[in-house]
């Protein structure tokens, strides 16, 4: 019985009570001549046989209508009782449900990334994985923000705890992931964090935010691999619309736009794909797939060729920043992953 069915049966049977309600009143009113208050205090009394006395005495079909008012006000209480009480059961074991049914979703989960924290940074980090269809799981241990994660994300695939504890981690199967983002507002469940993670996982990529710039130090040390200072992104962010605002707009709107069908995307090249031993020429990527190599990063010494010549040889888990419309690079996902 899903939760539509439940709630129509819970309204059909409190419509059968207000209006036996109504029935009772009228019926009183009429057959014995009370006032509606009299009627309607008799009606409730009747209904719920609590045995108090009579409001006024009652004659021979005054008490025929109470009959009838109590056994069927006995029936349509049970249904309504019953009614709530499904309600709430079943809705306990759909969340039960859900909840199994999540989790698992998550241990069937490979080269995803965990979100530590559901706050503002990370509501805009999960609006940017999914336009990005990109797999992912949030911790996230206030039962309100949970709540209202749900709700902006109907799909989202969440675990309630605390990320500083191993046992959460494992349960978002960290074990398997490809990254960790924590946005904790507090450095030091960050720290803590970063080192549960990294032994969880050595080759984990995990990226972590820092509230006061001198903790970033420590969070490298801890394992991470990259941190971000908001506060200092943000200074040089203002700064840079003052000094060179036209790219900044362009920036935001290849990084932002959801209305934009040019997007700048990071490909990386896998031992296995075609491509690998193949000069750009060879590969024609902008022929097949429309896109502009904008740059590569060699995986070897991880340096960078802006603007990359067509004799430039394509080497495994060398990554390509790209620009072009979304369709188009999941075109080139496709020619990536072809075999050797």
């Avoid at 006995?74 to 969340?95: D, K, P, Y």
């Avoid at 971000?228 to 707009?249: D, F, K, Q």
């Amino acid at each position: 019985m899903n939760k539509d069915h439940l709630y129509l049966n819970f309204v059909f049977v409190a419509l059968i009570f207000m209006a036996l309600l109504a029935i009772g009143v009228i019926g009183f009113q009429l057959i014995e001549g009370w006032s509606w208050f009299d009627a309607l205090y008799m009606t409730i009394i009747s209904f719920s046989t609590v045995g108090f006395r009579e409001v006024h005495p009652l004659g021979h079909w005054g008490r025929i209508f109470t009959i009838f008012i109590i056994l069927f006000g006995l029936i349509v209480i049970a249904l309504l009782s019953a009614s709530i009480t499904t309600w709430f059961v079943s809705t306990q074991i759909l969340a039960r449900r859900k909840i199994q049914k999540m989790k698992k979703q998550i241990s069937k989960l490979r080269d995803h990334v965990i979100i530590c924290g559901g706050g503002e940074t990370a509501k805009t980090i999960i609006r940017e994985f999914i336009h990005t269809k990109k797999d992912f799981v949030v911790i996230e241990h206030k039962p309100e923000i949970v709540a209202e994660l749900n709700e902006l994300f109907p799909e989202l695939l969440i675990v309630e705890g605390d990320a500083t504890k191993d046992e959460i981690l494992e349960e978002a199967n960290v074990e398997k992931a490809h990254g960790l983002i924590t946005t904790m507002p507090v450095d030091a469940d960050n720290l803590f964090i970063v080192v549960s993670a990294r032994d969880l996982n050595p080759n984990l990529i995990i990226i972590s935010r820092a509230v006061d710039p001198h903790t970033q130090e420590k969070l490298y040390k801890a394992g991470a691999n990259y941190v971000i200072v908001p506060n200092v992104l943000e200074g040089m962010r203002m700064a840079s619309v003052i000094l060179r605002p036209t790219l900044i707009s362009f920036l935001e709107v290849m990084m932002t736009s959801t209305d934009l069908s040019l997007r700048l995307e990071e490909i990386n090249i896998p031992e296995d794909s075609s491509l690998v031993n193949r000069t750009l020429s060879e590969a024609k990527i902008p022929q097949r797939t429309g896109l502009i190599v904008i740059a590569l990063k060699r995986a070897k010494d991880s340096k960078w060729f802006f603007n990359p010549v067509s004799s430039t040889v394509l080497n495994k888990n060398d990554k390509l920043i790209v620009l072009g419309e979304s369709d188009r690079i999941e075109k080139l996902n496709e020619l990536i992953k072809e075999k050797i």
